[in-house]
């Protein structure tokens, strides 16, 4: 890389991230490489970070922190030509880390941003009248699965990691009422009601919970996960089976492909993708084939 921006959150991973970036701004200046290193200090930095260093010309911008650190950086940097994305995770799900397989390892994240290649990935783009365009890398949740994101992203929970989205999924349990949905797209129309609706690029969220298993970040479809209401205690059983895909075997769960998703709501439902609040429905969820030039290991 001639010139790259590292911009890290360093309040992600306890802390880590401030000196997983150091370390790695180290390794790259070392090696003859060019730029510099922003740390967040509030929602919105990093994205403002990475579009005015695109727009300056930096070709190479690295997001260190979780998910939602690169959630930003990603709608920084959407629909700019010619730019790298590297990734160094030091959050608490490092799902978009995983799927592209940059190690949790910080020498070896490191390593892969000195030696590694770049691959084309699908970048999600969600639109809504009230809140224009936001894009994501990982998955977009309406139902369930957005109430267990908003609850373990308050941090609320004695956990952290898989840990903190677990225990949010249990106590969501108990007193959430599932919505009636319209949903369309290349698979036709569903209309009624859902436990989650999952609409995914990547096949895992949450620090691991693999709601869509054989989703493929480049062939440019969403897997899409529906669940139909089911009864408390087989909640529980899904949520166990999530960590290897087995859900997708119960006769409430159906899995979708689609290049896009329309979805409509009475009353209106938040909905979050990479762990982020996007909009309210209703809204449209379209994929962008390889909008996303990545950073991966050799």
Known sequence: MNNF??????????????TVAEQAYTALTSA?????????????????????????????????????TLHEVANGIANVP??????????RGNDFAAAVG??????????????????????GKIYSAERGTHYFTTIATCGYDTEVS??????TT????????????????????CPDVRLEGDFGIYEGPILLAATGITNRYGGGFQIVPNARLDD????????????????????????????????????HHTRSLTIETSPPLLLYADGEPMCETPATIEIIRHGLTVIAPS
């Open 150 to 155: 908003r609850r373990a992203a308050e941090r």
């Open 82 to 91: 010619d730019v790298r994305l590297g990734v160094l995770p030091c959050g």
């Open 220 to 255: 440019g479809l969403f897997d899409l996960c529906i669940i139909q209401p089911v009864p408390s205690l087989t909640v529980l059983r899904l949520l166990v089976t999530l960590f290897w895909g087995g859900h997708v075997s119960h006769p409430a769960v159906a899995i």
């Open 102 to 123: 940059v190690p949790l390892k910080p020498r070896l994240a490191i390593q892969t941003l000195l030696a590694g290649k770049t691959i084309p990935v699908d970048l």
């Open 158 to 177: 004695p956990f952290s990691g898989t840990a903190s989205y677990a225990y949010a999924a249990v106590s969501t349990l108990f007193d959430y009422e």
């Open 32 to 68: 003859g490489h060019h730029g510099t290193l922003e740390l967040t200090s509030g929602t919105g930095d990093a994205k403002r970070f990475a579009q005015e260093s695109v727009s300056a010309g930096t070709q190479c911008v690295i997001a260190c922190g979780g998910d939602g």
């Open 5 to 18: 921006i590292l911009i890290a959150n360093p309040i992600s991973g306890k802390g880590k991230a401030k």
